[in-house]
């Protein structure tokens, strides 16, 4: 683990003084770095992630911004996001596997899990703890070549028949189409809130990180931390909103071949399963439910000091344009432009900006 940062601080290093060379920013010399960090803050910068993330966030992105167009912007946070790692939490103290009879596996000591799928059945594992509100991290490597026909789910969900969830779900392909990252949101038992994305690199590839953040205000879907998707508390307007039922992390590789891919016209092929995804790195910044009582101080925005930035994190400019931007170039589904669907009338939280 202790290489892996080092080798993505050196990275994320060589990456932000190529952006200064290219965008013509003058680039900071050992003495500006001395001046900003004590003699063992600057070092590390090539072998810590802590002090590498501290360089980057308070010295070396806002000298970039002044320089960068918008396109240079994206693309810088696209490439970074896609290699920073979070402290990685342990498979075996944090989840059970619940179905799968053997196909699910937690190895490394607890550092990965891989789920499989097979024509006889497929597998899936669900956290121990509860939740209501938090910020999650999941980094995914989805099942490789021709994957048309499965499904892999990551959610968030309560129990009931009027229940919550926060949805991610990666619908396969044919080999060399792309995968369709598929979000939903539930209320009370009801959801019809799909918005539908492919990614700009392959999924199967390499792994991601996936984030959900859930906090009184909104819930915010991320990818590598950009975010592509945000669902608003707009209960004022008398749109409900997931605050009241801790849920639970779950997820499953399951073969849906019925519905998961063009419809249900491409069948999965089982000559290639085993078909397996991996997962390592959660990490969960949240609100513990448990004995009926929540871990943080209060449910309300204003403890946002006792309980982390997360319970009050919004936005800001530069997320709000990396948002506008995922939309416009890898959406392909949005219930809130689906008028034929909606003939009465689009859903209330779709006609408001």
Not at 157 to 169: A, C, L, N, V, Y
Not at 242 to 268: C, E, F, H
Request: glycine share 6%; aromatic share 14%.
């Amino acid at each position: 683990m202790a290489g892996r940062i080092m080798l993505v601080s050196a990275i994320c290093t060589a990456i932000l003084l190529y952006f200064f060379q290219a965008n013509n920013c003058p680039q900071p010399s050992s003495l500006d770095l001395s001046l900003h960090f004590p003699l063992h803050f600057t070092f590390p910068i090539f072998t810590g992630y802590k002090y590498n993330t501290m360089l980057i966030q308070t010295l070396l992105v806002p000298r970039l911004l002044k320089h960068m167009s918008m396109a240079s912007t994206l693309h810088l946070f696209l490439v970074l996001g896609s290699l920073m790692v979070a402290s990685a939490g342990n498979f075996y103290k944090d989840f059970d596997i619940t179905w799968g009879d053997g196909r699910a596996k937690m190895l490394n000591n607890g550092d990965l899990l891989t789920l499989s799928l097979d024509k006889a059945s497929g597998s899936g594992f669900q956290s121990k703890n509860e939740y209501l509100y938090g910020k999650i991290d999941m980094q995914l490597k989805l099942v490789p070549g021709n994957s048309a026909g499965t499904v892999t789910a990551y959610y968030l969900k309560s129990p009931g028949s009027t229940w919550d969830e926060i949805d991610f779900e990666f619908l396969g392909n044919l080999s060399g189409d792309p995968y369709t990252l598929h979000t939903n949101v539930f209320t009370n038992g009801k959801g019809d809130r799909e918005q539908q994305f492919h990614l700009w690199f392959d999924p199967a590839a390499d792994f991601h990180t996936y984030s959900i953040l859930w906090n009184p205000q909104r819930i915010v879907f991320s990818v590598d931390g950009t975010p592509i998707r945000e669902f608003k508390n707009s209960e004022s307007i008398g749109v409900p909103f997931p605050k009241n039922q801790p849920m639970r992390i779950y997820s499953s590789l399951w073969n849906a071949d019925d519905w998961a891919t063009r419809g249900g016209l491409v069948k999965t092929d089982w000559t290639h399963a085993p078909f397996t995804a991996s997962y390592r790195n959660f990490n969960a910044e949240a609100c513990v439910w448990s004995n009926g009582k929540s871990s943080c101080a209060s449910n309300s925005a204003s403890s946002t000091s006792s309980n982390g930035a997360w319970f009050s994190q919004e936005l800001d400019s530069t997320n709000q344009n990396r948002l506008k931007w995922v939309q416009k170039n890898y959406m392909i589904y949005n219930y809130c432009t689906d008028t034929k669907r909606f003939p009465q009338g689009l859903p209330a939280e779709c006609r408001i900006s």
